[in-house]
């Protein structure tokens, strides 16, 4: 049977798996049962919409799209007006429970939720009557299975309503009633709240334990699942807690697809329906195993569960990195892979089952195939850097271990994860298998002592200045931008705010304004926000320093007020700055040629992983399978500045979001586009098919009229940023000419200092740095025959508590990658003693220790040397190194003779 989808030819040997398999011609149990509850809503009149990404747009305040109801907020809030309900399979991720998937027969991190919603329409009558109908009628559950739960009341009132409604429906002695912890939804301590109903099906007696016998729904054992959450928000909860009635009612349901899918594919846990078990089937045979054993059947179920949402993950262009949605997805990778490893596999394998997921999902996801050669290179490459690092790791662990049988230090937890890449929840369920504790307030603020700022907070628009943002963005029109083919925009001022984010009449001060129209780009896509000036009446008023955009109605220029005040209502002129605006836009027409280039020359599994675009420079991230040769690189960079030199049009067409796939544009992973959607195409003047381009994206950024005006491209720095990831950096446009008059009067200030000519400049520095590595060697072939000497002037001996001796070296002026030969130099000179070479440099030091097989604990002794001078350090048991601040020899020498 042939696919029906469009397929490019990179993904031909993948199509090629599935359809001999005969996979692509399976029906799936779960695809009817998700149709079904999407079908029976909309005959209720409810809107099906699609899945949100995982990634929420325009609430920076999340990580994951965790719930049906995140694309709702603003609806459930009041503050859009454009639905009264919905009807939705939402894609969802929550690793809040990580450690118990695997081991439990509910947790999963990625999951699909069915929901019904209503924002001030219909209400309990409707949600409990028809969710009963659906699964009694539709699905032709058996209603003896089936028990609900009420709220018995507390904070508010008992749910009357709700009971009368389900005892219509069922035998009053299967209505439970339960409090606030099961029953009673919250948005926080005040806000929008109400009581819930949840739907509760029976799997038998013989799933459950002794006390289910007297039917205790919220029991964890098994027996009793959870499988529907009707939420009724019909109060408002005030300061001094008090609940006043809403305006606006509002129904948010949510049932999990695959615990209904155990219910009607009569399985008791998920990792069995089919939604799960063909990934676990395929797992089986890479791994080579039968799941029979506790461990196996644990790490199955844990490798299906993290793949899955590994892939949606990078299919929405997620990369694994150290920090915020990155750092999840590094973590469900490194943990799958472990668990691999466990069960003998000492190789990559979580791509391997990238079929079995696609065979799964390709009908409601097709991204996953269209992205599938860009998920399999990702995980290999994720999969190939942590296996390297792992065992590294799990031996330093061991060690740890066996010198601290009861806890490991959170700063010893920190050096696992920042050496080693060991994500700390990795090392703490490791731990915990040997019941041994672990410092976690220990590791957590060792991490944020390392780092200056974390790039996975919220940042400047906290969760309640988006919320206050959200209203504004409700209360008035959006703005509309008009900085495509206008610099300057005759405009009203429709809102101000202070630098706290409270409405104000006037500003004469910092803040920010909110304008009916502007010419000034908001911060999206990569490119920096426009910068210029607002003037009333000709004159100047305020600086525009920023533009940025929260949310998508919503235009914030960042302004500092120059002269007198701005005020509500002021009509004003919008300038944007000419100069940095066509900088800026040359650097992005540039990002465009390069990702032309790179696909030119490396071949078109280039994944476009994140960019950056400023006036002054450029910064764009790629996925790659190898590291490019560098004469690859000379040819993108000749590609692309032959792509200026032909001084092509470049040219934007709004046009249906379809035609993206028609055409083969180039999209950015999980990108979020409206319809119709701007497409920007670089060809030659007078072409007429977009087909007939050098390049085609579809993109909101601000571009140059023609590549030419770009006038060249430099290529600064190409470098990896994580395990299949790279990076390049570079100038265009104004900025690169900057950059060459910059580096030319660099090279003639320094022909000047060396006395040469500029042409014999390179030849003078080869000579100069070959002339300093031949000193350098001889100033270390010098301290390795002083260190040979047996005067106790050169050295330093400490007696140890054990009875060891410590012989420390005060290497001045060393490079910090001498110090390890150096102290091998010296340990093989001083048989069964405990080494220790120390530099200071730029008000630091760094040194190493090395001892000897059965010696004192090196990694121990660092750690309380360090602490001695401010510092940190760990290792090995034979060989560790640490550093902190400087400090005089003989002081040093002091402090450790007192402690060791």
């Not at 005759?490 to 909110?514: R, S, V």
Request: glycine share 8%; with cysteine; proline share 4%.
């Amino acid at each position: 049977m042939a696919a029906v989808w469009p397929l490019h030819s990179q993904y031909d040997i993948l199509y090629n798996i599935l359809t001999d398999t005969g996979i692509f011609m399976r029906t799936m149990q779960s695809q009817k049962v998700r149709e079904s509850f999407l079908t029976y809503f909309k005959q209720k009149g409810l809107p099906v919409l699609p899945s949100a990404p995982l990634i929420p747009h325009g609430d920076p305040t999340l990580l994951f799209t965790s719930a049906g109801m995140v694309q709702f907020k603003a609806n459930f809030l009041g503050l859009k007006k454009n639905l009264k309900g919905a009807a939705t399979s939402q894609k969802c991720l929550r690793t809040t429970d990580i450690d118990n998937v695997g081991f439990t027969k509910r947790h999963l991190t990625f999951f699909e939720m069915l929901g019904n919603f209503s924002f001030g329409g219909y209400f309990k009558q409707e949600a409990v009557t028809w969710a009963w109908d659906y699964l009694t009628n539709t699905l032709k559950i058996d209603k003896d299975r089936l028990y609900v739960s009420i709220y018995k009341g507390g904070i508010a009132p008992r749910d009357e309503e709700a009971f009368q409604i389900w005892a219509g429906l069922i035998d009053k002695t299967r209505i439970f009633e339960l409090g606030e912890a099961d029953n009673f939804w919250t948005m926080g301590p005040t806000g929008p709240c109400g009581p819930c109903s949840e739907i509760y099906y029976d799997f038998g007696p013989g799933k459950g334990c002794p006390q289910c016998k007297d039917k205790v729904i919220t029991c964890d054992c098994g027996r009793y699942v959870e499988i529907w959450n009707l939420v009724f928000t019909q109060f408002n909860r005030l300061e001094d807690g008090r609940l006043e009635q809403l305006p606006q009612k509002n129904i948010d349901t949510g049932m999990g697809l695959e615990r209904l899918c155990m219910v009607m594919q009569g399985v008791d846990n998920p990792f069995d329906t089919d939604l799960l078990s063909p990934i676990i089937e395929q797992a089986k045979k890479i791994l080579a195993i039968t799941g029979k054993t506790e461990l196996e059947t644990a790490a199955l179920r844990i490798i299906a569960d993290h793949a899955r949402a590994a892939a949606f993950l990078i299919s929405e262009g997620i990369l694994p990195s150290n920090e915020g949605r990155g750092y999840i997805l590094r973590r469900l990778i490194r943990r799958a892979a472990r668990y691999g490893k466990l069960v003998g596999r000492d190789t990559p394998f979580l791509f391997e089952l990238i079929p079995a997921i696609i065979t799964i999902y390709h009908d409601i996801y097709p991204d996953l195939l269209t992205n599938a050669l860009h998920i399999n290179n990702i995980l290999k490459a994720e999969g190939t850097a942590f296996y390297k690092t792992l065992n590294d790791g799990e031996q330093r662990l061991r060690e740890l271990t066996k010198n601290n049988p009861e806890k490991i230090s959170g700063e010893e937890a920190f050096n696992l994860y920042e050496t080693y890449g060991f994500p700390f929840e990795l090392t703490k369920e490791i731990l915990q298998q040997k019941g041994i504790e672990i410092d976690e307030k220990g590791f957590y603020a060792a991490r944020e002592k390392a780092k200056t700022s974390s790039k996975a907070e919220a940042g400047e628009f906290e969760k309640e200045k988006v919320i206050a943002l959200q209203a504004l963005e409700g209360q008035n029109e959006a703005t509309v931008f008009t900085g495509y083919d206008n610099l300057t925009q005759e405009a009203t001022i429709i809102a101000l705010l202070d630098k706290e984010y409270q409405l104000t009449d006037a500003l004469d001060t910092d803040g920010y304004l909110i304008l009916d129209k502007t010419s000034f780009y908001a911060e999206s896509g990569g490119q920096v926000g426009d910068v210029g000036v607002i003037e009333v009446s000709g004159e100047t008023r305020a600086r525009v320093f920023d533009t940025q955009k929260p949310l998508e109605k919503l235009y914030l220029h960042k302004v500092s007020i120059i002269k007198n005040s701005l005020k509500k209502g002021n009509k004003i002129t919008a300038k944007v700055d000419e100069i940095t605006r066509f900088k800026t836009s040359s650097n992005h027409t540039a990002v465009h040629v390069i990702n032309a280039a790179l696909k030119k020359i490396l071949g078109p599994q280039v994944h476009q992983a994140g960019s950056h675009v400023s006036p002054e420079r450029l910064r764009f991230d790629y996925t790659i399978s190898a590291t490019p040769a560098p004469s690859q690189l000379v040819a993108v960079w000749n590609a692309a500045n032959n792509i200026i030199a032909g001084n092509l049009k470049v040219e934007a067409q709004v046009r249906p979001l379809k035609d993206a796939q028609e055409l083969n544009a180039t999209v950015l992973l999980g990108e979020k586009y409206v319809d119709p959607a701007r497409f920007l195409i670089i060809g030659k003047e007078g072409f007429k098919n977009p087909k007939d381009r050098v390049s085609l994206e579809l993109c909101g950024g601000t571009h140059v009229r023609s590549t030419g005006e770009i006038m060249s491209i430099r290529i600064i720095k190409d470098s990896a940023v994580s395990s299949g990831v790279r990076r390049i950096e570079a100038i265009a446009g104004l900025s690169a000419i900057d950059y060459l008059k910059e580096n030319t009067n660099t090279a003639l200030f320094a022909s000047k200092m060396l006395n040469v000519t500029p042409e014999d400049l390179t030849k003078k520095i080869e000579n100069m740095v070959k002339t300093e590595k031949e000193l350098r060697k001889e100033i270390a072939d010098l301290r390795r025959k002083l260190l040979d000497g047996p005067s106790n002037e050169t050295h330093d001996e400490i007696i140890l508590k054990d009875g060891g001796a410590l012989i420390a070296f005060n290497a001045e002026n060393t490079d910090i990658k001498e110090l390890r030969s150096l102290a091998d130099n010296m340990s093989a000179k001083n048989p069964g003693k405990v080494i220790l070479i120390s530099t200071d440099k730029d008000g630091k030091k760094s040194f190493v220790v090395k001892s000897f097989k059965g010696g004192a604990d090196a990694g121990a002794l660092t750690k309380n040397i360090a602490a001695l001078i401010n510092g940190s350090g760990g290792g090995r048991a034979e060989f560790a190194q640490g550093g902190g601040d400087a400090a005089a020899w003989a002081e040093f020498i002091t402090k450790m003779k007192n402690i060791l």
